[in-house]
């Protein structure tokens, strides 16, 4: 989810440690909530951020064991070492290919992925570009950057198909839409995460100034200090860390009903994030790498489904890996993640031109902290393809996996304090 160069920031807040656990106690609680997270997470909405943050209840699907299938048997007797580069640490953002590794689909398609580990300094665009990686996953504007930059690489297989980038707020701090920023402290990441924040004041005619930006740990601690008036957040993962905090004034977990929650994709300026990367050089040039391309993609939009289809067994899979969050706030990141990805009308990982056309645009449009836009030219037609992932979707429906999901709904999760 993060790490690219760090924009220059209006204030700096003191950043004390990495905040990759959830906010709040640590101790066992009985008590907890069943919420969801914001609707404009399902897909993209004419929804106002007051509908956003209330959300609402779904029916309950996606028990483990049932759906999409692999069969490490069908393994070739030499695999193909591949290594994949991720944006983060361990967690349900990637649990598609963990998952595709642990149900043998990387075997079916005669692989054997090893994946690495993301951080605050690892940039994963630039770990394959340096060939490090054989491929990455990577935010879209972020990976532009890398590319205009010099890094050739190649968006072959778009995952998220919406963001789910938000700004929460408590209800007092009256910050309802984007336009509401002016005069208030916004939190925000860094590292190419704060870009939606920038594309949401200029569509609202803001200049930086009008705003105090202060960067943010990686976590919701700023805003429950009061430090910060609205924090940025993702829906399937500091949102969560939040709704899993004990409120002081209620001795009760917070709740949606608590908070404001402004949606970038409902703002009109969310920006495709997680896509597989390759090394466009070696798509050029290197068969044998295009072939590989094809049967991971293959096999991770795979494990993508398994996970669409048993988001418990995904679960248990991301936490046996070594997650730093817990059982619950995992399986919530899970569904969450899984309401970015599906429904997928143009099959799961297609690149759709209006998606691709709009986030270059934001970032053609979009000044920085510094002034500076996040890109300064077209990438062109050779920044993505649908040749790789067209033909891996191919193989799915031959197989019969459903590869759209327009039939799938979200789970209901029940979050305790601490995400355990």
Same mark, same amino acid.
């Given at each position: 989810m993060r790490a690219t160069r760090m924009t220059t920031l209006v204030t700096l807040l003191a950043v004390t440690g990495l905040g990759v656990a959830a906010c709040g106690?640590?101790?066992?609680?009985?008590?907890?909530?069943?919420?969801?997270?914001?609707?404009?997470?399902?897909?993209?909405?004419?929804?106002?951020?007051d509908t956003a943050a209330t959300g609402d209840t779904t029916a309950t699907t996606g028990d483990a064991g049932t759906g999409t299938t692999c069969d490490a048997s069908k393994a070739p007797a030499t695999l193909t070492k591949v290594k994949l580069q991720l944006q983060w640490f361990t967690q349900a953002q990637f649990a598609g290919y963990y998952a595709?590794?642990?149900?043998?689909?990387?075997?079916?398609?005669?692989?054997?992925?090893?994946?690495?580990?993301?951080?605050?300094? +690892?940039?994963?665009?630039?770990?394959?570009?340096?060939?490090?990686?054989?491929?990455? +996953?990577?935010?879209?504007?972020?990976?532009?950057?890398?590319?205009?930059?010099g890094?050739?690489?190649?968006?072959?297989?778009?995952?998220?198909?919406?963001?789910?980038?938000?700004?929460?707020?408590?209800?007092? &701090?009256?910050?309802?839409?984007?336009?509401?920023?002016?005069? &208030?402290? +916004?939190?925000?990441?860094?590292?190419? $995460?704060?870009?939606?924040?920038?594309?949401?004041?200029?569509?609202?005619?803001?200049?930086?100034?009008d705003v105090t930006l202060l960067a943010q740990q990686f976590d919701m601690s700023g805003l429950l200090s009061g430090d910060i008036d609205a924090a940025e957040a993702m829906t399937y993962n500091e949102y969560a860390q939040l709704l899993e905090t004990m409120n002081p004034d209620t001795g009760k977990l917070y709740s949606?009903?608590?908070? $404001?929650?402004?949606?970038?994709?409902?703002?009109?300026?969310?920006?495709?994030?997680?896509?597989i990367w390759a090394d466009g050089k070696k798509l050029a040039s290197d068969a044998t790498y295009k072939d590989t391309a094809v049967k991971f993609v293959t096999a991770s939009l795979k494990g993508w489904s398994y996970c669409r289809?048993?988001?418990?067994?995904?679960?248990?899979?991301?936490?046996?890996?070594?997650?730093?969050l817990?059982?619950? !706030?995992?399986?919530?990141?899970?569904?969450?993640? $899984?309401?970015? +990805?599906?429904?997928?009308?143009?099959?799961?990982? !297609?690149?759709?031109?209006?998606?691709?056309?709009?986030?270059?645009?934001?970032?053609?449009?979009?000044? $920085?902290?510094?002034?500076?836009?996040i890109i300064t030219k077209d990438p062109g037609a050779d920044a993505y393809t649908n040749d790789i992932v067209d033909a891996a979707?191919?193989?799915?429906?031959?197989e019969g996996v459903d590869v759209s999901g327009t039939g799938w709904t979200p789970i209901e999760v029940t979050l305790t304090e601490g995400g355990a």
């Open positions: 106690s640590d101790k066992s609680s009985s008590d907890s909530t069943t919420t969801v997270a914001p609707a404009a997470s399902v897909a993209p909405a004419d929804s106002t951020a595709a590794i642990e149900e043998g689909c990387y075997a079916e398609q005669g692989l054997d992925v090893e994946i690495l580990e993301g951080g605050v300094d +690892i940039v994963p665009q630039t770990v394959l570009a340096d060939g490090q990686a054989d491929f990455a +996953i990577a935010w879209v504007p972020k990976a532009l950057a890398s590319r205009e930059a890094a050739d690489i190649v968006d072959i297989a778009q995952v998220y198909q919406r963001s789910g980038t938000l700004q929460v707020s408590f209800k007092n &701090k009256g910050i309802k839409t984007s336009a509401d920023f002016k005069g &208030k402290k +916004i939190g925000n990441w860094g590292f190419g $995460n704060e870009y939606e924040i920038f594309a949401s004041l200029a569509k609202n005619g803001l200049a930086v100034s949606p009903d608590d908070l $404001n929650v402004v949606s970038y994709e409902d703002e009109g300026v969310g920006m495709l994030q997680d896509a289809d048993n988001p418990e067994s995904c679960r248990d899979i991301v936490v046996s890996k070594g997650s730093k817990g059982a619950t !706030h995992q399986l919530w990141q899970m569904n969450e993640v $899984n309401k970015l +990805i599906w429904p997928a009308e143009g099959g799961v990982g !297609h690149i759709d031109t209006a998606a691709w056309d709009r986030t270059v645009k934001i970032a053609l449009e979009t000044p $920085n902290a510094d002034g500076a836009k979707l191919a193989v799915l429906q031959t």
